[in-house]
């Protein structure tokens, strides 16, 4: 196994917390990288994921339904909007709210952002076998829900 960090104490090479922030760190990285090839970021990303699985929404719900700032996702729909990945449409219920949805070419550019995910994961995870990969996975979700919960 390569050494984590040798600068590091000792003590924090073996803290699981420092070790799952230096990989999320790492994470991060790819991710940004990998979304940049699409001139788009993970917010992006995470709204038109959302968007193409669980349909249009209004832009308060489609913030919560993705945990982002309702200021940024209003600046995030302008981006996405602008280049024609969504369309802003008045709510026939409610004038007062607009209903995103995603276009053909949003559905596209979702798909293909979603692609880059899975290679950023096959990368990530390159030295885990299939059953690690699954194991961490299934580690990492219990580690969330229950601090989601606190």
């Known amino acids: 196994m390569e050494s984590t960090a040798p600068q590091s104490p ?36 995470r709204l038109l994921a959302s968007l193409a699985e669980d349909g249009p929404a209004s ?16 600046a995030a729909i302008n981006d996405l909007a602008g280049r024609g990945l969504v369309v802003r449409a008045p709510d026939p219920a409610d004038r007062r709210r607009n209903v995103i949805s995603i276009t053909d070419t949003g559905a596209d550019e979702a798909r293909r952002m979603g692609e880059t995910v899975d ?13 690690e990969r699954e194991q961490l996975t299934r580690l990492l979700t219990r580690l969330l829900e229950h601090h989601s919960r606190s």
């Open 59 to 74: 832009q308060a719900d489609l913030g919560r339904r993705c945990a982002i700032d309702r200021s940024d996702v209003v």
């Open 10 to 45: 000792a003590g924090l090479r073996t803290a699981p917390s420092w070790l799952l922030n230096q990989t999320a760190s790492h994470a991060a990285r790819l991710v940004s990288e990998g979304f940049a090839a699409h001139d788009l970021r993970g917010y992006h990303y």
């Open 119 to 131: 290679r950023v994961q096959r990368d990530l995870l390159a030295p885990l076998s299939t059953s």
